[in-house]
Structures are given as C-alpha cells and as structure tokens.
C-alpha cells in the first residue's frame, strides 16, 4: 500500500457585509473539515455571516391581491480559491492527485 499526497482546490468566503446600514451583520470565523476516502482529514477555517437583517412581507399598496417582500440579509463580498494539501495513506496507485472540491456546505 503506497501512501500519497492529494492537491485539493477549494472556495472560501473573503469578506462578508450587510446589505441594509441599519443591519448587524458580523464576520464569524468557522471551521470547515475536508474528508476524502482514504486522506486524513483537515480543519479549513473560513467565516460566516451572523447577525439581524431587515426583512418584510406585506401587502401591496397599489395592488392589494399581491405582496411585496424584501429580504436583505448578511453576505459574503467575495471568495478566493484556495489550494489545500491532504494527506492520503491509503491513496491507490495511479489515483488522481489534484481534485476540485464543488461545494463545501
């Protein structure tokens, strides 16, 4: 059994804002683990959104069988790729070394 290496390239949220002023939105740092079949895993810190934002449903002033909604919540302004090395004792001969991980949620 050979043991190897596994490149992994992730996305990561960079900054995060509120889309209202009157909002509280935060920065939170989490940690997120990334798992393979075979790798150990690894802790990859990163942030989240917290806070209050403005919501609303009401009825229309204009047209009263509608509603009008406004959601405005936290977001991140951005993200950044990241490359991430795992360790894989248990990597098959000839296995990819480079994946691209889709989604972290």
């Not at 959104?49 to 509603?67: A, D, F």
């Not at 490359?83 to 894989?88: A, D, R, Y």
Request: charged content about 15%.
């Amino acid at each position: 059994m050979s043991t190897g290496w596994l490149q992994v390239l992730i996305a990561v949220a960079v900054g995060l804002w509120a889309v209202a002023g009157a909002d509280e939105c935060s920065v939170t740092p989490v940690i997120h683990v990334l798992q393979y079949p075979g790798c150990v895993p690894k802790p990859i810190p990163s942030f989240a959104c917290t806070g209050r934002c403005t919501s609303y449903l009401q009825v229309s002033g204009s047209k009263i069988w509608q509603m009008e909604r406004s959601c405005m919540c936290c977001q991140e302004s951005g993200e950044r790729e990241a490359s991430v090395t795992l360790f894989c004792p248990k990597a098959k001969p000839g296995e990819r070394k480079f994946r691209k991980a889709s989604n972290l949620c």
